[in-house]
């Protein structure tokens, strides 16, 4: 899909998106519940539908309308056997999943896009190896086996919180206590909090001190009623409007919630003053947003980025060689990336989405000021199908094709 973007001005006040991180992480819990439960405010973005699939294929009934899911809980003892889960090309659904699949004997074959079976594994990898269990990675697909037992897994804290994240859906549910050591530089530990309170909210305990986090066995998860929150890193790219000038009101969001991405407000100021330095380590998918504005703006310096080079793409590689389009130049090391100052010129060719939903909604943003025309800008239905409508109705002249 293609799509044109004329240079002009948003204002107008609009409902963020729900989250779709805590979405994830409450149909999960919803369906380890041994009853019904009910998630409402979820929005049918590729990514949550390939985790409600994937659950539905581990044996959990879900039906899901008007964007309110009831979801009956599956029971771990009777996975199928040979259950296959198409993740499509959600890191969360693939890393949230392995170890819930991990607490059946049965043989889970997990398949996804190229791209997602090359993003890190290892971890699980190395817990596997460790347990002698079975973990066979193929371009397109992962074939595991439990049952996973209860002990001390340790975690690489720069990888991703996703692994930390997977390992506290399926550790209470264990007969016995286990322990996740999570190695320093901890990083994204906003996402880790959100895990724990969603835990938290469906009757689970787990206690995470230091760089610890404890995991009592034998629990049981308590079916709920929850409500999603509005969504910080997605209303992120509607607020970056403001800070090319227009007039965005965006409602829904709280501003005590434990989403990391809510730091994107000191992150525009900084870049509107002209900051120094920036850390993207807590918050990848800030990255390209953030990067877009340095364009626009004066430049920046971003630390922290060894994480965004293993999203989607590589989003720090891919900015840089969008960025490129519109005039701007970028340097790019290990875990360093420095945009240049420059005046922005309209791009003379089309600039393309690297089937990234990050970069996609982060080039239509600049392009708001110099026009431009965005191939593979269906990579929004990632994260927020409705992006594109959203702008239109704040008055940024959108054409999809």
Not at 16 to 32: D, F, G, M, T, V
Not at 54 to 70: S, V
Not at 100 to 127: H, N, W
């Amino acid at each position: 899909m293609q799509v044109t973007v004329s240079p002009s001005a948003a204002c107008g006040t609009m409902t963020a998106p729900p989250s779709k991180s805590y979405a994830h992480r409450a149909l999960i819990c919803a369906a380890l519940s041994g009853g019904v439960s009910t998630v409402r405010s979820v929005a049918p973005s590729q990514d949550l539908l390939a985790t409600m699939d994937c659950l539905r294929a581990l044996g959990a009934g879900i039906d899901c309308r008007n964007g309110i899911a009831e979801v009956t809980g599956l029971d771990p003892k009777t996975i199928p056997d040979g259950a296959a889960l198409s993740c499509r090309a959600s890191g969360s659904t693939l890393r949230f999943l392995v170890p819930v699949a991990l607490l059946s004997d049965k043989s889970i074959r997990f398949t996804g896009v190229v791209r997602l079976m090359e993003r890190p594994l290892s971890v699980y990898r190395d817990i596997c190896a460790l347990q002698g269990l079975p973990f066979h990675l193929r371009p397109r697909q992962l074939d595991i086996r439990g049952p996973l037992v209860p002990g001390r897994f340790e975690i690489p804290g720069d990888v991703s919180s996703q692994f930390v994240s997977g390992l506290l859906f399926a550790l209470p549910l264990l007969p016995g206590s286990s322990t996740i050591e999570i190695t320093p530089p901890v990083e994204s530990r906003p996402y880790i909090e959100m895990t724990l309170a969603m835990l938290s909210s469906f009757g689970v305990d787990a206690v995470f001190s230091g760089n610890s986090i404890h995991v009592p066995g034998g629990q049981h998860y308590i079916p709920q009623e929850i409500m999603i929150e509005g969504d910080w890193s997605n209303a992120a790219f509607f607020l970056a409007l403001n800070v090319l000038g227009d007039h965005v009101s965006v409602s829904g969001l709280l501003p005590d919630s434990l989403q990391g991405d809510k730091v994107c407000q000191e992150f525009f100021a900084a870049l509107q003053k002209g900051a120094p330095s920036i850390d993207l380590s807590s918050c990848p998918d800030l990255g390209p947003m953030c990067m877009a504005l340095a364009g626009a703006l004066h430049g920046a310096v971003f630390t922290g980025i060894r994480r965004l080079r293993m999203k989607e793409s590589d989003r720090c590689a891919a900015m840089a060689e969008e960025l490129a389009k519109f005039g701007v130049m970028s340097e790019i090391s290990e875990n360093k990336m420095t945009i240049h100052p420059a005046a922005l010129r309209p791009p003379a060719e089309p600039l393309w989405s690297h089937d990234d939903h990050r970069i996609a909604m982060a080039l239509a943003v600049l392009a708001t000021r110099t026009g431009g025309v965005i191939d593979g800008a269906e990579a929004v239905e990632k994260s927020l199908p409705d992006y594109y409508t959203r702008l239109q109705k704040l008055g940024i002249e959108v054409t999809v094709s």
